[in-house]
């Protein structure tokens, strides 16, 4: 007995038993209630995709049989051919398992399935009415049984073809061949339930041969291609069933809104429909004996939610004609009547058709499936995206979308696409060569195999689920039963399914775009020159023949480079495509190919590095900043494959690449000429990291600021060197530094910002300021003269004296006017004085003595007034003329200089006490502020977001790199749109401008309660 | 053509049959004035399939300069044909909706604004109907300079056997119920020459655009018979002035949200909600709801005109008033905003009325207490004591008031707030400029 026991757990472990012994014990408790030994208990157990559960499902099956004196039934499937099916019905499924338990009455089911009939022929309306007592041959079929108890029937003449349908497919060998046959029949199943519903309703509502109800499937059920469990998408169509007094007809303006009007016999009809919806709904989902079967979502009617939940023919297509946004037209692409009056919901379908191919002509079309895709894609929770088998990357969606955006596109011409079933469309798609026919097999195959694990995913609780599950056991269950050997084979599957997938959503739409001249083999789908600049259109290009024109000239001909572009393009017209400005980063791109034609690296990058590709183009197509950098120099390209190389290099890398430059060059020309260039490439690293989203627009500042100290500081240096030289000495016996000033000071600088500075000097030998002098215009000089790389503007005028003042000044000489100063705005100038360059301890001991002035106990008598007055001309007087001061991002009301002024009054009268605020950058000095309670929270809070938006903004338009002054915010507002595309906020332009003008306004008016003190005198 | 629909189809079909020579395309600028665009039939088809573009800067805060192009679409919806007798050809009007030339809808569009707010009240279940009483003077022709003539003399309720404004009323009825709007009520108002129409309930879109169209019929019907309609807030200086009082409520689908048989007066707990938003915000409202100089002296001239914050049950001095029902009817339950004159965009006013009502409900803002006096009776002292505030007593103050009004920013949008803001201080400061037939009767010949 024992070496049986020992071999007999074995063999259970080898059929997949997690726990043998407690599959053993329960196949003894089975066997002792079914009265005998089972004849191949491993083989059956092998049959089982969770053997663990299945074994429990069956002792509780023999159970019920045993009490319900159906052991016999039982004992026979057992014995037969068909205890393989039940094997599977019983491991595939928990909930059909105890709807048998629940109903032995159906376990001779398994037996009574002819062998030459096959689930798809059945006809399930008929049993499902007849189940409640109604005539299937009725026009309006009416219920016998109603209530709970008819509801009950039919729930369970449901779950028993249910049942049918799921045994086929579980035991079926090779599941992805018959799925399509399952999903329509789930799809007829589901509406053979929603007209027993009906039948049921019409029994309780004695005036329901009043009115026709048509009940339309919307969504999968509308495409015969439903999941086992999913919510029943679906519209309710309703007339009066005798023609209507006045039969005011054709008048369609009068179609059924919310009015008052009283009771015409349409709007009595209506009322009843409504109420048989309802009941036919809840028949289907709402709570009772026998568990309910799905929810019904009547929420793709018109108007959603807040729309009746009936409406005519007529006012159905009144409001298609008047108020329907897109997506509504994408969702009747898959209307189709499945329940009640079979006429009516044909005239509906007939009379909405229309609708859905002239979709694309609308306005906005483009712009709405674009946004439809991105939202879908940012609903899917973070945690989730890697298991999602219907909403993540390379998932269902995709392939729904891209199918339907296909048909959408070219329906509208060729007749045959318009088909509502996914895999048909594919199909069709593939046989008018729209798509190719090897990416049509793979996304046909990826799209059934996605299907049949989503299927056996439900299956198991007869629950509504999408995700792949995280845990070993239940992955192991699903790789059984969708017949997978392992979890890593069926993981590999489904890792190159999503990528195959995700990459065909990229391509598939643009690979047919590539002019029939390139077309590599038959098999390829080609497109003429019409579709092509249709698909173009299709996506937002706005020349589209000027890019067909683009891509024609990139893959013409048969060198290797064109054979790459080939390959890179149907991607990268897709990223193109989701850019702010997709017309100018195909011709940018096509620049720089031409440019970098005959280089070896430039074309194996983007072809090895989809990450580089990618980045490419969303560059090219977001900033002309940005692409102007790179056809200067094209190697930053290479950095675009690593993020490391994206980054930003802190200022002491920086200072060490300078300091090498200085150190192995004594020619000033030749170190001058490599520290710009250096600086160049750093901008153009920072633009492209901003652009690319991976820092914001404050940090982009930040950088930008240092690598100007980084010139600055060489330059200072040669300078330096030049003027000791000149004078034969070897070193200057003066201290000279450079203290940035401004936006500069506070690291807040723009890509194209001159450099605020003044110059300090120490040392009493002769001549001391002279050669202080002379080392401030040779620095200048250095910066400032043309040269083979992009200098920097150096800008003094905010020294002691502004403009009339000397160039330099001693420490002595500072002190001595700042120790008097008589100017506020002085003092708040030096509230941004920061050293970026020269002697250290000159620069703190420069630091040590401005800090009593900028940060004074107490503001003088007659600053603030002075300060006040000063700003409010500022505003009258320095604004450009022409332009809306409203849109002026620096001066306007609201604006940067309100926010910093409103924050610098606020540091010069608490500096002194709270060192917290003693920083030279903005939001820092308002943070600390707000921290300290020297501004409410609120009102620190819209000086924060009116600074970041305005400072955003400047970012966005330096970077879009087209503006005349890059502080004027455009009017246009598709220029708007092409900034909120690069901010990455994905609003309209309109959205935009609202926001900004909103943000000002806000905080305009804490600049006048706090800088200006204007409140006190209102009311 | 391939986008031509039904509704399209129908209005071309019907252009033709009744020899319409003249389709005029209506819409409203930013201060509530009806602008037309005639065009001819042949143009019709263009106009639908891609607008009729026009210079924005020429309406009244409807664009910047720099962006003038705008687009007007019509809505074949609202086609209706003219029954104006004076034109011998046919003619016919639709509503348009102002967009930009990308095909968005102009944010400065007063029906936009209207659109949005009744929007965001439907995201929350509700929705808003109204239902003015709208009051107006008829004149005897008048030349520029003098004191406008009433046409009569009666007063309230007084029947005017064969008088002007009898004929005229009936004229008036006839032309607008063949535009399908319904009128429920008509009776002569107090002043001289005034005359009060009240439309019908229908959700306040719509009620919008009924009410522009009566401004203009009325003022066609007033040229055919010799006189003149004008709907100026305060147009005689010892006679009423010419208010809207609005009616208002909101649905919960077919149920009226303002009822509720057990409350007091049979107010729901919504609408005591709604009247406290109403009451809170009606001074920063009061720009839009009244919107000239002019809208001020009606508001201050006494004779009903609510000068002060308050609500009261059939109490006809308070800014908010209840209208008593018959019991059982819950689907007339309402409230009386009575601050709004003749002369305001319906479209805007609407919208900030609905805003400040919903921000009550949002907020849950607490009613105060009823007034049951005839508060101008009261003494200052004792309004201040019972914390009744007064509206603004001039457009400044209530431009000021709206300037720092968050409530009216967020409901106009920045665009169409800006404009208005601007627009009702330059109008401010000419009307200070003026030097006025009282001054100079009081000051020139004694000082």
């Known amino acids: 007995m024992s070496a049986r026991e020992v071999s007999f757990t074995t063999l259970l472990r080898r059929a997949g038993a997690h726990d043998p012994r407690r599959v053993e014990a329960l196949l003894r408790e089975a066997?002792?209630?079914?009265?005998?030994?089972?004849?191949?208990?491993?083989?059956?157990?092998?049959?089982?995709?969770?053997?663990?559960?299945?074994?429990?499902?069956?002792?509780?099956?023999?159970?019920?049989?045993?009490?319900?004196?159906?052991?016999?039934?039982?004992?026979?499937?057992?014995?037969?051919?068909?205890?393989?099916?039940?094997?599977?019905?019983?491991?595939?499924?928990?909930?059909?398992?105890?709807?048998?338990?629940?109903?032995?009455?159906?376990?001779?089911?398994?037996?009574?399935?002819?062998?030459?009939?096959?689930?798809?022929?059945?006809?399930?309306?008929?049993?499902?009415?007849?189940?409640?007592?109604?005539?299937?041959?009725?026009?309006?079929?009416?219920?016998?049984?109603?209530?709970?108890?008819?509801?009950?029937?039919?729930?369970?003449?449901?779950?028993?073809?249910?049942?049918?349908?799921?045994?086929?497919?579980?035991?079926?060998?090779?599941?992805t061949s018959i799925l399509p046959s399952v999903s329509a029949a789930l799809a007829d199943l589901a509406g053979a339930a929603l007209d027993a519903g009906l039948a049921i309703a019409r029994r309780d509502e004695p005036r329901h041969h009043q009115v026709r109800l048509a009940i339309i499937g919307m969504g999968k059920c509308g495409a015969r291609e439903l999941n086992y469990v999913s919510d029943v998408d679906v519209i309710y169509v309703a007339e009066p069933a005798a023609p209507a007094e006045g039969d005011g007809g054709a008048g369609a303006g009068a179609g059924g809104g919310g009015g008052a009007g009283g009771g015409s016999a349409e709007q009595r009809a209506l009322r009843i429909a409504a109420r048989l919806a309802v009941a036919a709904a809840q028949a289907c989902a709402a709570m009772g004996v026998e568990p309910a079967l799905w929810e019904v979502d009547p929420n793709l009617r018109p108007e959603g939610r807040d729309g009746p939940l009936v409406r005519t023919v007529a006012s159905h297509v009144g409001y298609y004609e008047r108020w329907a946004e897109s997506w509504e037209f994408q969702a009747l692409l898959k209307a189709r009547a499945i329940a009640g009056d079979r006429d009516l919901g044909e005239e509906y379908v007939a009379r909405t058709r229309p609708f859905v191919w002239s979709a694309v002509e609308r306005e906005g079309f483009v712009e709405s499936a674009q946004a439809m895709r991105r939202r879908v894609e940012e609903h899917v929770p973070a945690d989730q995206a890697g298991r999602q088998i219907k909403l993540g990357p390379g998932g269902l969606r995709d392939v729904e979308f891209t199918v339907q955006m296909l048909q959408l596109v070219h329906g509208r011409s060729d007749e045959t696409l318009r088909e509502r079933n996914t895999l048909l469309a594919l199909a069709r798609l593939s046989a008018a060569g729209y798509v190719g026919r090897a990416d049509a097999a793979t996304m046909d195959r990826s799209y059934r195999q996605?299907?049949?694990w989503e299927h056996r995913l439900q299956l198991r609780k007869l629950t509504r689920t999408h995700l792949m599950p995280d845990d070993e056991a239940s992955r192991r269950v699903l790789a059984r039963a969708s017949g997978f050997l392992t979890v890593d084979y069926l993981d590999e599957v489904w890792g190159d399914i999503r990528r195959d997938v995700r990459r065909?959503?990229?391509?598939?739409?643009?690979?047919?775009?590539?002019?029939?001249?390139?077309?590599?083999?038959?098999?390829?789908?080609?497109?003429?020159?019409?579709?092509?600049?249709?698909?173009?259109?299709?996506v937002g290009f706005r020349d589209p023949a000027g890019a067909y024109r683009h891509l024609q000239s990139l893959t013409a001909g048969t060198s290797r480079s064109a054979a790459i572009l080939r390959q890179l393009l149907?991607?990268?017209?897709?990223?193109?495509?989701?850019?702010?400005?997709?017309?100018?980063?195909?011709?940018?791109?096509?620049?720089?190919?031409?440019?970098?034609?005959?280089?070896?690296?430039?074309?194996?990058?983007?072809?090895?590095?989809?990450?580089?590709?990618?980045?490419?183009?969303?560059?090219?197509?977001?900033?002309?900043?940005?692409?102007?950098?790179?056809?200067?120099?094209?190697?930053?390209?290479?950095?675009?494959?690593?993020?490391?190389?994206?980054?930003?290099?802190?200022?002491?890398?920086?200072?060490?690449?300078?300091?090498?430059?200085?150190?192995?060059?004594?020619?000033?020309?030749?170190?001058?000429?490599?520290?710009?260039?250096l600086r160049r490439r750093e901008l153009a690293r920072v633009a492209a990291a901003d652009a690319l989203g991976m820092i914001n627009a404050s940090r982009a500042a930040q950088y930008v600021s240092y690598s100007a100290d980084m010139l600055i500081e060489g330059a200072h240096r040669i300078s330096r060197h030049m003027v000791a030289r000149a004078r034969d000495l070897d070193e200057l016996p003066i201290r000279t530094s450079v203290i940035a000033m401004g936006r500069y000071g506070g690291l807040e600088m723009g890509y194209t910002s001159d450099a605020d500075v003044q110059f300090v000097y120490e040392g009493d030998a002769e001549g001391a300021k002279a050669m202080s002098d002379q080392v401030a215009r040779e620095l200048r000089k250095l910066l400032q003269s043309v040269g083979p790389q992009p200098g920097l503007e150096i800008d003094a005028d905010l020294r002691p004296e502004g403009r009339n003042g000397p160039l330099t000044r001693s420490l002595d000489s500072c002190t001595a006017y700042y120790s008097t100063w008589s100017e506020a705005w002085e003092a708040q100038a030096l509230l941004r004085a920061r050293p970026c360059a020269g002697d250290p301890e000159l620069s703190a001991a420069f630091v040590a003595m401005i800090d009593?002035?900028?940060?004074?106990?107490?503001?003088?008598?007659?600053?603030?007034?002075?300060m006040r007055r000063l700003k409010a001309r500022m505003e009258s007087e320095r604004l450009p003329r022409g332009v809306d001061p409203h849109r002026h991002l620096k001066l306007g009301p609201g604006g940067l200089s309100d926010v910093e002024w409103t924050v610098q009054l606020l540091q010069l009268r608490h500096g002194h006490a709270h060192p917290e605020l003693r920083t030279t950058r903005?939001?820092?000095?308002?943070?600390?502020?707000?921290?300290?309670?020297?501004?409410?929270?609120?009102?620190?809070?819209?000086?924060?977001?009116?600074?970041?938006?305005?400072?955003?903004?400047?970012?966005?338009?330096?970077?879009?790199?087209?503006?005349?002054?890059?502080?004027?915010?455009?009017?246009?507002?598709?220029?708007?749109?092409?900034?909120?595309?690069?901010?990455?906020?994905?609003?309209?332009?309109?959205?935009?401008?609202?926001?900004?003008?909103?943000?000002?306004?806000?905080?305009?008016?804490?600049?006048?309660?706090?800088?200006?003190?204007?409140?006190?005198?209102?009311? | 053509?391939?986008?031509?629909?039904?509704?399209?189809?129908?209005?071309?079909?019907?252009?033709?049959?009744?020899?319409?020579?003249?389709?005029?395309?209506?819409?409203?600028?930013?201060?509530?004035?009806?602008?037309?665009?005639?065009?001819?039939?042949?143009?019709?088809?263009?106009?639908?399939?891609?607008?009729?573009?026009?210079?924005?800067?020429?309406?009244?805060?409807?664009?910047?300069?720099?962006?003038?192009?705008?687009?007007?679409?019509?809505?074949?919806?609202?086609?209706?044909?003219?029954?104006w007798r004076g034109e011998r050809q046919g003619a016919a009007r639709m509503f348009c909706d102002i967009h930009t030339p990308d095909g968005q809808p102009a944010m400065s569009d007063p029906r936009q604004v209207l659109k949005r707010t009744l929007d965001r009240a439907s995201a929350q279940g509700f929705s808003f109907y109204t239902s003015p009483e709208i009051e107006f003077y008829l004149f005897k022709q008048f030349e520029s300079g003098q004191v406008p003539v009433p046409v009569d003399r009666a007063g309230y309720f007084d029947n005017v056997p064969r008088g002007t404004a009898h004929n005229f009323r009936r004229e008036a009825i006839t032309m607008l119920e063949n535009m399908g709007i319904s009128v429920e009520f008509s009776h002569h108002e107090a002043g001289p020459g005034q005359n009060e129409i009240d439309l019908r309930y229908a959700d306040a879109l719509t009620t919008a655009d009924n009410i522009m169209t009566f401004r203009a019929v009325i003022k066609e019907v007033a040229l055919e018979q010799g006189i003149f309609a004008s709907f100026m807030p305060k147009p005689l200086a010892d006679g009423p002035g010419s208010g809207m009082h609005t009616h208002l409520s909101l649905f919960e689908g077919d149920r009226n949200a303002f009822h509720d048989a057990s409350g007091e007066l049979g107010l729901s707990p919504t609408a005591r909600h709604f009247m406290a938003g109403l009451l809170r915000h009606a001074p920063e409202i009061s720009a839009?709801?009244?919107?000239?100089?002019?809208?001020?002296?009606?508001?201050?001239?006494?004779?009903?005109?609510?000068?002060?914050?308050?609500?009261?049950?059939?109490?006809?001095?308070?800014?908010?008033r209840v209208p008593v029902h018959k019991p059982g009817k819950s689907q007339s339950a309402r409230v009386e905003y009575r601050a709004i004159d003749s002369a305001a965009n319906p479209y805007l006013a609407f919208s900030v009325m609905l805003a400040a009502g919903m921000k009550g409900i949002e907020e849950g803002y607490q009613l105060p207490e009823g007034a049951e006096d005839d508060v101008w009776e009261l003494s200052n002292a004792e309004r201040r004591a019972m914390g009744y505030e007064p509206l603004p007593s001039s457009l400044s103050e209530a431009t000021d008031a709206m300037e720092r009004s968050e409530l009216v920013a967020e409901t106009l949008g920045e665009r169409v707030f800006e404009f208005v803001l601007k627009n009702k201080q330059r109008e401010w400061k000419a009307y200070r400029a003026q030097v006025t037939p009282y001054e100079l009767e009081s000051y020139l010949s004694v000082l």
């Open chain 1, 31 to 175: 066997e002792q209630v079914l009265g005998r030994e089972l004849d191949e208990p491993v083989e059956f157990v092998s049959y089982l995709a969770d053997p663990d559960a299945g074994v429990l499902q069956l002792l509780r099956l023999a159970e019920s049989a045993r009490e319900s004196g159906r052991r016999d039934q039982l004992l026979a499937v057992l014995d037969s051919g068909r205890r393989h099916w039940l094997a599977t019905v019983l491991g595939g499924s928990l909930a059909l398992g105890d709807f048998l338990a629940r109903h032995p009455e159906f376990v001779g089911d398994f037996l009574a399935w002819r062998e030459d009939e096959s689930f798809a022929t059945v006809d399930v309306r008929a049993a499902l009415l007849e189940a409640v007592g109604a005539d299937p041959l009725a026009d309006a079929p009416v219920a016998v049984t109603g209530g709970a108890d008819g509801v009950a029937r039919m729930r369970v003449a449901y779950r028993r073809a249910l049942l049918r349908i799921a045994a086929a497919d579980l035991h079926e060998a090779n599941p």
């Open chain 1, 450 to 452: 996605l299907r049949v």
């Open chain 1, 504 to 538: 065909m959503h990229r391509e598939m739409f643009y690979r047919p775009i590539l002019p029939v001249v390139a077309r590599l083999s038959a098999g390829e789908a080609g497109l003429d020159d019409a579709a092509a600049r249709a698909r173009l259109a299709a």
């Open chain 1, 570 to 677: 149907p991607a990268m017209i897709g990223w193109f495509a989701e850019g702010a400005d997709p017309d100018a980063g195909l011709l940018a791109f096509r620049k720089l190919t031409e440019q970098l034609q005959g280089t070896q690296w430039y074309l194996k990058l983007l072809r090895d590095s989809l990450t580089a590709a990618q980045r490419l183009a969303r560059l090219l197509s977001t900033s002309g900043f940005v692409a102007n950098a790179l056809l200067a120099s094209s190697e930053a390209i290479t950095w675009l494959d690593r993020d490391a190389d994206l980054e930003p290099r802190d200022p002491e890398r920086l200072w060490v690449e300078a300091d090498a430059i200085l150190r192995r060059s004594d020619d000033p020309d030749q170190a001058i000429t490599a520290l710009r260039g």
């Open chain 1, 852 to 866: 009593g002035a900028r940060y004074p106990p107490e503001l003088p008598s007659g600053a603030l007034s002075q």
């Open chain 1, 922 to 1019: 903005t939001l820092e000095a308002l943070d600390a502020a707000a921290a300290l309670r020297l501004i409410g929270a609120a009102d620190a809070a819209v000086l924060h977001d009116a600074w970041v938006l305005a400072t955003d903004l400047r970012g966005a338009i330096a970077l879009r790199g087209n503006a005349r002054d890059g502080d004027v915010l455009p009017a246009d507002i598709r220029e708007l749109g092409l900034l909120a595309e690069i901010l990455a906020t994905h609003e309209s332009g309109a959205a935009l401008d609202e926001r900004f003008t909103r943000a000002t306004r806000r905080a305009r008016q804490v600049t006048e309660r706090i800088f200006f003190g204007w409140e006190e005198g209102r009311a």
């Open chain 2, 1 to 83: 053509m391939a986008g031509m629909d039904k509704q399209q189809e129908y209005v071309l079909r019907s252009v033709e049959e009744r020899d319409i020579r003249f389709v005029r395309l209506w819409f409203t600028d930013v201060l509530g004035i009806l602008k037309s665009v005639a065009i001819a039939p042949a143009e019709l088809e263009n106009a639908f399939a891609e607008g009729i573009g026009f210079d924005g800067s020429a309406v009244e805060g409807l664009t910047r300069v720099y962006e003038a192009d705008m687009v007007a679409r019509p809505d074949p919806a609202t086609f209706q044909a003219l029954p």
């Open chain 2, 288 to 320: 839009i709801t009244n919107q000239y100089v002019n809208s001020y002296k009606r508001l201050w001239g006494g004779a009903e005109a609510p000068s002060y914050v308050c609500w009261g049950s059939n109490n006809r001095s308070a800014l908010v």
